[in-house]
């Protein structure tokens, strides 16, 4: 899983491979009909002492052409001229490797980077250039700001990447209240992990934790971190995997709960009464033993009947 906001701009085409075809022509770049995206080893290093690794690597295959092209891409979090440097070396590499023709894609948070990611590479002086490197870019102003739970429930894997570029955008929360409830809405619709063509098996889960982590920390993370807390199923007992995903998480919160008051009342918890606790997902029980847990004398008094 991600662990920081770096990696998961890049990581969530991992996930999702099939985002490219869905995002790209969002922001105006055609992308061929393809029979399969596939994730390539990222080292790229020639010379031991001299590491370069691209953030990720794919290989697209298209129909009626042979091999296909190579995808780098690139998370980047500010403008850095020492990364044009990096950059052609990946795409000369990868050429000289595979032997197919490379393409670098550059996804980013902010516009001001974005812009200069932009930038054609042009390597060479005044009177010839030996090289033109002409990156691609996703990001704020590239894409479309999502706004709408139904927008966002058509594609979670969009609405996600497009939450993750506009992380630093001042309409944060509504993009983040909108993805909130598009995840809840895609959900109760389907029942399901996702279908092949708007996010494969993507747990909604595994989307929530993308976007918190992506968010780095700050204000945002904790808006989406309350959003996820707070929220109440749409359609109560229709078994979707966000109830299911709710109901465990308050069923644990809650336990650990009551455990923690016992605790720091100086309570004594045996292992049979700390199992019972933790296992259970009763909601109605474990407000019961919460409220319980304040004024017990021994931790068994927990599960006494009236």
Partial sequence: ???????????????????????????????????????????????????????????????GEEGGFVLAVESQGKPDPKKHNSWT???????????????????????????????????????????????????????????????????????????????????????????ASGVAVDADKSGSRGNSETGGDVDRVDWAEIVEIGLGEGPGREYW????????????????????SWLEGRAKGQAEAVLHILKARGIEISGSVRERVTECTDLDALGTWLDRSLSVARAEELFVEE
Wanted: negative net charge; charged residues 20%.
């Fill in 225 to 244: 971190r309350h959003l996820m807390a707070t929220y109440t199923p749409n359609f109560p007992g229709s078994n979707t995997i966000v109830e299911e």
């Fill in 1 to 63: 899983m991600v662990s920081s906001p770096h990696e998961a701009l890049h990581r969530i085409f991992r996930a999702d491979p099939g985002l490219f075809a869905r995002l790209l022509p969002q922001a105006g770049i055609d992308f061929p009909e393809h029979s399969a995206i596939e994730p390539l080893d990222t080292d790229l290093t020639e010379i031991r002492p001299l590491e370069r690794r691209v953030d990720s690597v794919f290989r697209v295959r298209v129909p």
């Fill in 89 to 179: 070396y990946y795409l000369a590499h990868i050429y000289a490797k595979y032997r197919l023709p490379p393409f670098l894609l550059v996804v980013c948070r902010d516009k001001a980077t974005a812009s200069w990611a932009a930038e054609p590479i042009r390597i060479g002086r005044g009177f010839h250039t030996s090289m033109v490197v002409f990156p691609l870019v996703l990001g704020p102003g590239t894409l479309p700001v999502i706004t709408e739970p139904d927008e966002a429930a058509r594609d979670l894997g969009v609405a996600v990447f497009s939450a993750l570029a506009y992380a630093k955008d001042p309409g944060l929360t509504a993009i983040l209240d909108a993805l």
